[in-house]
């Protein structure tokens, strides 16, 4: 059973940063490739970014620059850091588990968490 477990979202002002975590369990973390999605009102599921390797990564070309993937191995959780946000980065924020096949990321259906609501005021 897929275990995510996403946490620091919440309100912030046009400008302002916010780090996302995904806690997984152990299981979790070591089977699968882990990856960020946002879902807004209105709009598609979009990806940000996922690991595709131990220390690789791959960014939508929308989400580069200003979001960061990171993974702390001890602890089991991957870190999203979000800067410069503006109101269309409101959303829930969803920790996704993934295969990777000849370098490409491929979610999981169904292998999401709960998500966490990022809310950017103007």
């Known amino acids: 059973q897929v275990q995510l477990h996403e946490s620091g979202g919440g309100p912030v002002q046009t400008g302002g940063s916010l780090r996302l975590s995904c806690a997984a369990s152990?299981?979790?973390?070591?089977?699968?490739?882990l990856g960020w999605f946002r879902q807004s009102p209105g709009k598609e599921h979009e990806w940000i970014a996922s690991f595709v390797s131990d220390d690789k990564t791959t960014y939508a070309d929308s989400m580069k620059g200003r979001f960061t993937i990171s993974k702390d191995n001890t602890k089991h959780i991957v870190y999203l850091d979000m800067n410069s946000l503006k109101p269309e980065d409101s959303g829930t924020y969803l920790c996704?588990?993934?295969?990777?096949?000849?370098?490409?990321?491929?979610?999981?259906?169904?292998?999401w968490g709960q998500g966490t609501q990022v809310t950017v005021s103007s």
């Open positions: 152990a299981d979790t973390y070591n089977s699968y490739y």
């Open positions: 996704v588990a993934g295969d990777v096949h000849d370098g490409t990321w491929f979610p999981k259906a169904g292998y």
